[in-house]
């Protein structure tokens, strides 16, 4: 069964400072991996969604790199601002499933002014 | 396009009660997958249909949970009879699959129970 694990659990930095988010997961047969934000009381919005094929994925300030082979994820967002303060969450689809994701547990990121 | 809608927003029941969540996916959308969130057990998939057929039902906690997808627009998932340990947040996502090619999940709003 795949295991997502995101650590830290929580992270705390200064406005300005790059933030650095890390998801791993136990089985590298994956179809595609998803970054998402969860502001409190809200849903999930989706960030980046890359390929299994790719290695990385940008957004404006989001850059989000893929390493099947070390069943690695990383999600970088430069220049932090206030309101990159949420959770955020990976989610992994494996190549023997129909699109579910198995999701981590989330990093809750505070950006303080 | 309004996203994925859910309704309600929060149900306050006491324990016993039947509950019905419902949901309704973006238009064109072929997959529904409802999740269910707590602090101590996270995100977790209940159930997924794939053009209106449920595709995987094994986090469905037990057989007092059911979820229904009656057409392409509309999904319930009813839990009766309702027990404290069923308060939390619940979700409704969907995504486009077109053969191979598995799309974005999109998440409604979500419905807070709060089961007394």
């Known amino acids: 069964k795949q295991e997502v694990t995101q650590i830290p659990a929580a992270l705390s930095v200064p406005e300005g400072e790059n933030l650095v988010l890390n998801c791993s997961f136990t089985?590298?047969?994956?179809?595609?991996l998803q970054w998402f934000r969860q502001d409190p009381g809200k849903g999930l919005t989706s960030l980046l969604l890359?390929?299994?094929?790719?290695r990385e994925q940008t957004s404006g300030r989001l850059n989000a790199s893929l390493d099947k082979s070390s069943g690695r994820s990383t999600l970088y967002i430069a220049a932090s601002q206030p309101g990159d303060s949420a959770t955020y969450l990976c989610?992994?689809?494996?190549?023997?499933?129909?699109?579910?994701?198995?999701f981590g547990a989330g990093t809750q990121v505070v950006v303080t002014p | 396009d309004a996203g994925v809608i859910q309704s309600p927003r929060h149900e306050v029941t006491e324990m016993g009660q039947e509950v019905t969540l419902r949901c309704k996916p973006i238009s064109g959308h072929n997959s529904l997958f409802w999740y269910r969130q707590t602090m101590m057990r996270g995100l977790e998939l209940l159930i997924y249909f794939n053009n209106n057929v449920p595709i995987d039902d094994s986090g469905m906690p037990e057989d007092r949970f059911s979820a229904k997808m009656p057409n392409a627009s509309f999904s319930t998932l009813k839990i009766q009879p309702s027990e404290p340990r069923d308060s939390a947040v619940y979700f409704c996502a969907s995504s486009l699959r077109q053969g191979a090619v598995r799309d974005t999940q999109y998440f409604g709003p979500g419905t807070r129970l709060t089961v007394l």
């Open positions: 989610a992994v689809s494996s190549t023997d499933s129909w699109g579910k994701f198995q």
């Open positions: 890359i390929q299994s094929s790719q």
């Open positions: 089985d590298s047969a994956i179809y595609n």
